[in-house]
């Protein structure tokens, strides 16, 4: 009785201490492994938030990639030990993500092109923007999609796809503005007259700036009027003030000192051939 249990003994006991060994060794591999993911997640997060040039969002996200991916090939190194053939999981992995990346198609484009724009950063949080056929403030960018508040306090809601692939313009990345506006005056009106009236109002205007100069200059001649060309220079957070504050002040300057602004008009000259 006793040799047959010593023999039973000795013929599970390399299988057992294989096993064993094996556990121990899977379990060293996922303590290594969630240490060395959970390491390289933190020192990516760490390079995005040490270089303020840097977007943080684009770096959690890249953290969190590398993470599942090393967790990914943790996991396939463990079952591996225990003899499992690993071989086809992988491939059935690359056949699944295959299979998800076709149906996310528009998914994927648009996060290719929130990683794009986290990278060169045409814009950031708090620039005014005009990008996709939408104007306002960006108050949030995500791997996703871009949020912009505009002026009557609407959320705007654009997949990160439809601004990459188009015109942006970014009304907040120069700290000076130049602020277009044009003024017409009648053609019997002195110009020098109405170029100082213009001058006197930008003048006293507590947000433009007197350095650059404003540019004051006749554009065009019109059919019925004379147009001037006005451009003052202002720090871009009063950008619309004077936007908006500029044409009724110059409109009531040009009242006072009897300046005409002429509306559109033709000269119809009528040829009496009886006479």
Same mark, same amino acid.
């Given at each position: 009785m006793n040799f047959l249990e010593d023999l039973d003994i000795n013929? #599970? %006991?390399p299988a057992a201490i294989a096993w064993g060994t094996n556990i121990l060794l899977a379990i060293f591999i996922l %303590? *290594?492994?969630f240490w060395i993911a959970s390491k390289a997640n933190k020192v990516i997060i !760490? *390079? !995005?938030g040490n270089n303020k040039h840097l977007d943080d969002t684009l770096f959690r996200f890249l953290g969190s990639m590398v993470r599942y991916v090393i967790l990914a090939f943790v996991i396939i190194a463990v079952l591996n030990r225990f003899g499992v053939q690993?071989?086809?999981i992988v491939a059935l992995l690359g056949a699944a993500g295959l299979a998800v990346g076709l149906a996310l198609q528009g998914t994927l484009s648009n996060l290719a092109a929130g990683v794009m724009l986290l990278i060169f950063r045409p814009y950031k949080v708090g620039d005014f923007i005009d990008a996709a056929g939408c104007f306002g403030n960006v108050t949030d960018i995500d791997m996703f999609t871009t949020i912009l508040q505009t002026f009557d306090n609407q959320q705007i809601i654009i997949p990160n796809s439809q601004i990459w692939g188009a015109q942006i313009v970014n009304h907040s990345h120069h700290e000076v503005r130049g602020v277009d506006m044009h003024f017409g $005056?009648? #053609?019997?009106?002195n110009i020098d007259a109405a170029r100082a009236v $213009?001058?006197?109002v930008l003048n006293a205007h507590p947000n433009i700036l007197k350095t650059p100069a404003p540019f004051v200059e006749v554009e065009t001649l019109n059919d019925s009027s004379v147009d001037f060309l006005v451009r003052p220079f202002c720090q871009g957070e009063h950008y619309f003030d004077v936007l908006y504050s500029i044409p009724e002040q110059i409109k009531k300057a040009l009242d006072e000192n009897n300046i005409e602004i002429p509306f559109p008009h033709r000269k119809v000259i009528i040829v009496n051939e009886n006479a």
């Amino acid at each position: 009785m006793n040799f047959l249990e010593d023999l039973d003994i000795n013929q #599970y %006991l390399p299988a057992a201490i294989a096993w064993g060994t094996n556990i121990l060794l899977a379990i060293f591999i996922l %303590l *290594i492994g969630f240490w060395i993911a959970s390491k390289a997640n933190k020192v990516i997060i !760490g *390079i !995005g938030g040490n270089n303020k040039h840097l977007d943080d969002t684009l770096f959690r996200f890249l953290g969190s990639m590398v993470r599942y991916v090393i967790l990914a090939f943790v996991i396939i190194a463990v079952l591996n030990r225990f003899g499992v053939q690993t071989a086809s999981i992988v491939a059935l992995l690359g056949a699944a993500g295959l299979a998800v990346g076709l149906a996310l198609q528009g998914t994927l484009s648009n996060l290719a092109a929130g990683v794009m724009l986290l990278i060169f950063r045409p814009y950031k949080v708090g620039d005014f923007i005009d990008a996709a056929g939408c104007f306002g403030n960006v108050t949030d960018i995500d791997m996703f999609t871009t949020i912009l508040q505009t002026f009557d306090n609407q959320q705007i809601i654009i997949p990160n796809s439809q601004i990459w692939g188009a015109q942006i313009v970014n009304h907040s990345h120069h700290e000076v503005r130049g602020v277009d506006m044009h003024f017409g $005056i009648a #053609y019997n009106e002195n110009i020098d007259a109405a170029r100082a009236v $213009i001058d006197g109002v930008l003048n006293a205007h507590p947000n433009i700036l007197k350095t650059p100069a404003p540019f004051v200059e006749v554009e065009t001649l019109n059919d019925s009027s004379v147009d001037f060309l006005v451009r003052p220079f202002c720090q871009g957070e009063h950008y619309f003030d004077v936007l908006y504050s500029i044409p009724e002040q110059i409109k009531k300057a040009l009242d006072e000192n009897n300046i005409e602004i002429p509306f559109p008009h033709r000269k119809v000259i009528i040829v009496n051939e009886n006479a």
